[in-house]
């Protein structure tokens, strides 16, 4: 589903990403874990061409993504979310996730397709996806009005409605309760295998539950890769960064 072969950027004298290459099968959960300044969201940053690489290659189901735009790659079935929410604020809950929905629908869609289909498609969407969240409740409510948790969950949402093929979620339970980790770890985990997700996060309880496998970066390079049960055991790993966390998450 999703590979890079050498990923490498540079900011001036700093490498950021060094020739990372990682290989993520469809309907997979990968997370992407590493201290501070690992590289992780730069990664992220280089697949959705936010950022444009300094070497190497992205390839989504085979195809290069080097030349694409953000919103090519967008259309293709590729979505994210940020570690900071990405929504906007004045606009209801409701609205902020019909824009997704109907913005991937416009770019898929038959041009014969009749509008009120597409326009039924996309309430269909809508509801959907602010169900899966449990925020059908909170759909008319402006989104600024939201906790920090709940607007994480609304940015869920948003990007469910897309109909993503590959979700990429830069650290989706930062400033939610535990409660609310839970629930959202529990829905990730069940959006697999019918989407590949690959994620950021630095809760180790999450990661070493919902995870088919794990990459770890230190200082812009993989150090190592595996099963949970594989990361959580490696020595290298746990003086790079795990530490107390890995026993932390294994109680």
């Known amino acids: 589903m999703l590979e890079t072969r050498d990923l490498t950027r540079r900011f001036g004298g700093l490498t ?6 990682l290989s993520v099968e469809p ?13 992780k969201t ?39 979310s940020f570690q900071v929410p990405h929504v ?16 991937r629908l416009r770019a898929t869609a038959s041009p014969f397709a009749r509008a009120r289909l597409v326009q039924s498609e ?7 996806s602010l169900d899966r969240v449990s925020m059908l409740a909170y759909a008319d409510r402006p989104a600024g009005t939201l906790a920090h948790g709940d607007q994480r969950l609304l940015e869920i949402a948003m990007a469910l409605a897309a109909a993503p093929e590959l979700l990429l979620l830069d650290e989706p339970t930062a400033g939610m309760s535990p409660e609310e980790t839970r629930r959202t770890a529990a829905l990730l985990r069940q959006l697999a295998p019918a989407m590949t997700l ?24 993989i150090i190592a890769e595996g099963s949970p049960e594989a990361i959580r055991g490696n020595a ?16």
């Open 122 to 128: 996309v309430n269909r969407r809508v509801a959907e």
């Open 16 to 21: 950021a990403v060094d020739r990372v290459s």
């Open 27 to 39: 309907g997979e959960i990968r997370s992407i874990i590493g201290p501070n300044g690992a590289g």
């Open 198 to 221: 690959v994620i950021v996060e630095h809760d180790m309880a999450v990661v070493m539950t919902i995870s088919d496998r794990i990459t770890v970066l230190d200082r812009g390079r």
């Open 88 to 103: 906007f604020r004045r606009l209801t809950v409701r609205a902020n996730v019909r824009l997704l929905a109907a913005s």
């Open 42 to 80: 730069t990664v992220f940053n280089l697949i959705s061409r936010a950022v444009s690489p300094s070497g190497g290659d992205v390839r989504f189901k085979g195809r290069s993504l080097i030349r694409l735009s953000p919103s090519e790659i967008f259309h293709l079935g590729i979505v994210r």
């Open 236 to 251: 290298g790993v746990q003086a790079a960064y795990l530490g107390r966390d890995a026993s932390n998450a294994s109680s």
